[in-house]
């Protein structure tokens, strides 16, 4: 809060690393909902689905001590999806219901030489290995949003899907290339798979001919790329320490939800 506050006053750019706003497709889909052409959004679904932490002899990394991360799957994972659900609908998340679950409560201490005798000694996780909320948008959208480390088969799957009056997208990182778009008015038409890789398409213009698939890294590009047009044409980017900020409202929320059992205003 500080450093968002310190920004805005100083007029300091500043800028907050959620790459997947960078991501070709999402960007298309986010002018289709600007555009109108999915009418008047309705529902979303939210997953970011990983597996790495199934196997209960992980050890125990900074990233499952709250005093070095904050929180588990709901701020590694959730904060992406609350970001870039926020961004597609340009709406913010007012109210949220949780329900935070850690699968595996203790897991061996980091860095044991097996066969020692501490090569036993477990620690304790403090930090939740899968999170799911509902959540209330302030334009009247509802919304389900999933994060989870133990959801076996799941690498990096993130997976996006908007509905409107008019029609709805669907998206997946392990297939991040692609864009499905269904609209009404065609009964057998269905959803349609768009593989953005047109110049015409976001960011796809610096970079190779129709079909040749970008991968997750040009995500980054994309971001340095905006940071420097920012700078260079002074003005703020996006998104900034502002957006950063409510994003974390909205995980604190979360929490508190998930220790009141109520709902909870972000």
Do not use: C
């Not at 932490?53 to 959730?78: N, Q």
């Not at 960011?203 to 940071?227: C, K, N, Y």
Request: hydrophobic share 45%; charged share 20%.
């Amino acid at each position: 809060a500080q450093a968002a506050a310190t920004a805005r006053l100083g007029g300091v750019l500043s800028m907050v690393g959620f790459n997947y706003r960078r991501v070709p497709a999402l960007e298309l889909a986010r002018q289709l909902i600007a555009e109108g052409r999915l009418g008047e959004i309705r529902h979303v679904r939210a997953q970011y689905l990983q597996d790495w932490l199934v196997d209960p002899s992980f050890p125990l990394t900074w990233r499952l001590r709250s005093e070095e991360a904050g929180s588990g799957a709901l701020g590694d994972l959730g904060a992406h999806i609350v970001d870039l659900t926020s961004h597609l609908l340009a709406d913010k998340v007012t109210s949220v219901s949780s329900l935070l679950k850690t699968f595996v409560e203790h897991r061996p201490l980091s860095g044991n030489a097996a066969g020692s005798r501490q090569g036993s000694a477990t620690g304790a996780v403090t930090v939740d290995d899968a999170s799911l909320f509902l959540a209330r948008f302030g334009g009247g959208a509802i919304a389900s949003f999933e994060a989870s480390r133990m959801a076996a088969g799941s690498k990096n799957a993130m997976r996006i899907e908007v509905n409107g009056t008019a029609g709805s997208v669907r998206f997946d990182l392990e297939r991040l290339n692609e864009l499905k778009l269904f609209e009404r008015g065609d009964d057998t038409a269905g959803f349609r798979t768009i593989l953005v890789t047109q110049a015409s398409h976001p960011w796809m213009s610096a970079w190779w001919p129709p079909g040749h698939i970008i991968g997750w890294e040009h995500t980054f590009v994309h971001q340095a790329r905006d940071l420097l047009a920012a700078i260079g044409e002074d003005r703020d980017a996006s998104p900034d320490f502002r957006d950063g900020l409510y994003t974390q409202r909205v995980l604190a929320a979360v929490e508190t939800a998930h220790a009141s059992r109520r709902w909870e205003r972000v």
